[in-house]
């Protein structure tokens, strides 16, 4: 087994030097990279379409039985994929700011112009609130990889199960379950949660540590009003309500169909987000990184990519398979990740960093060992 460089040993300033050299390479972000981003909208939107369609021939059509079943997992299946394509491959780079610099971009595609107020419903419907998502990833995950103030540290957050008496096999059912509602059970409260502690530090106040779901309560009315009911309601009451004319069992069926995207759409997020930062071979660090170089070496060193390859590949991983190139740099185009991963492997060759890449799929089953406490993430020793 090859032995990589220790933590300690690093130069850090040399691999500052090194990783900064990419963006004098790339160069900046142009109308080619806009283009590659509408691509993988369309993408997203011609699932959404489809999956849409679909639903609209299971009530138009009446079907029943094995026939109703096999066209909704269809249906179920490509909306949930252009669920998931709308949040990883649209919304995420664009919240980062990746193509504000492109000339001319149309102000929709800008940070400061995407889902923002009553854009939100167009732009990026779901049950995240946007300017909450933003904080809590842009800010608190991806500047606090790995540390006790990271809120997507895995490890940390499953204290509740690994500490308990719950036999393993019961914890595993438990995420399994988990997976399949994990947007609305676990990241629209957190995103919440952390935007709350934000204003809670400002006011100099002590922070909450659970959510709140008591819609009587300030906290729970904000997650209630901003966060599940606009999604629910439009996804969940509104679409189906607008098949009555075809009859109840028509609305019922629509019903089902979209019931089936949100269970694909989180288990599908689960799969490309939850293990680019969760197994035993990734590391955690008790201390803010104290210089640019060390926060290079922490993105290296706390993530994994999965396997690249095509467009194609790339849009059906939500472009989260290139996470140690977009944690260097995260305000990049996504088609600049596939530019520079050759780039970035040379340099951690150079400085014998180990480049982690694997298969989505065995990254999945670490992440699941690792939240069961069955595996443990890794630590720098005095880090």
């Known amino acids: 087994m090859q032995k990589y460089t220790p933590y300690q040993e690093v130069d850090q ?26 691509k993988l909208e369309w993408w997203g939107r011609a699932c959404t379409i489809l999956g849409f369609m679909l ?29 998931v394509a709308r949040w990883a491959n649209v919304t995420h780079p664009i919240l980062h ?16 112009g995407y889902a923002r107020g009553w854009r939100r419903y167009i732009h990026w419907l ?81 922070e909450a540590t659970s959510y709140n779901y008591n819609p009587f309560s300030k ?11 606009p999604y629910a309601l439009i996804k969940f009451v509104l679409i189906p309500a607008l098949f009555l004319p075809f009859g109840a069992s028509a609305a019922l069926g629509v019903l089902i169909i979209f019931l089936i995207a949100e269970f694909v759409a989180n288990l599908h997020s689960f799969l490309v987000i939850v293990p680019n930062h969760s197994a035993e071979d990734i590391y955690m660090f008790n201390e803010p990184h104290q210089s640019q170089g060390e926060f290079y070496l922490r993105q290296i060193m706390g993530s994994v990519n999965y396997n690249t390859g095509s467009d194609l590949i790339d849009f059906l991983h939500g472009f989260l398979n290139y996470q140690i190139e977009h944690h260097l740099f995260p305000n990049m185009p996504q088609s600049f990740y596939q530019k520079m991963q050759p780039i970035t492997k040379e340099i951690c060759k150079k400085h014998n960093l180990e480049y982690r890449q694997d298969s989505v799929f065995r990254r999945i089953i670490m992440s699941i060992d690792l939240m069961v406490g069955k595996t443990k993430l890794l630590r720098v020793d005095g880090i």
């Open 55 to 83: 639903a609209i021939a299971t009530a138009y059509f009446a079907l029943t039985g094995a026939a109703f079943w096999a066209v909704a997992l269809v249906a179920g299946t490509l909306l949930g994929i252009g669920n």
């Open 219 to 229: 906290n729970g009315l904000e997650l209630w009003k901003n966060y599940m009911l």
């Open 97 to 112: 700011g990746a193509y504000d610099k492109v000339p001319n971009i149309p102000y929709r595609y800008t940070k400061a």
């Open 126 to 206: 779901d049950w995240i609130k946007p300017e909450a998502w933003e904080y809590e990833h842009n800010i608190m995950h991806h500047y606090h990889l790995g540390e006790k103030d990271d809120p997507d540290n895995v490890e940390k957050n499953l204290q509740w199960l690994i500490q308990s008496k719950t036999p393993m096999w019961l914890r595993y059912v438990i995420v399994y379950l988990f997976a399949g509602t994990w947007k609305f059970t676990y990241y629209a409260p957190n995103t919440l949660l952390i935007l709350e502690n934000k204003e809670r530090r400002k006011r100099k106040e002590e």
């Open 13 to 38: 300033k040399e691999l500052q030097k090194d990783i900064e050299a990419i963006k004098a390479e790339i160069g900046d972000p142009t109308w080619e990279d806009y283009q590659h981003l509408l």
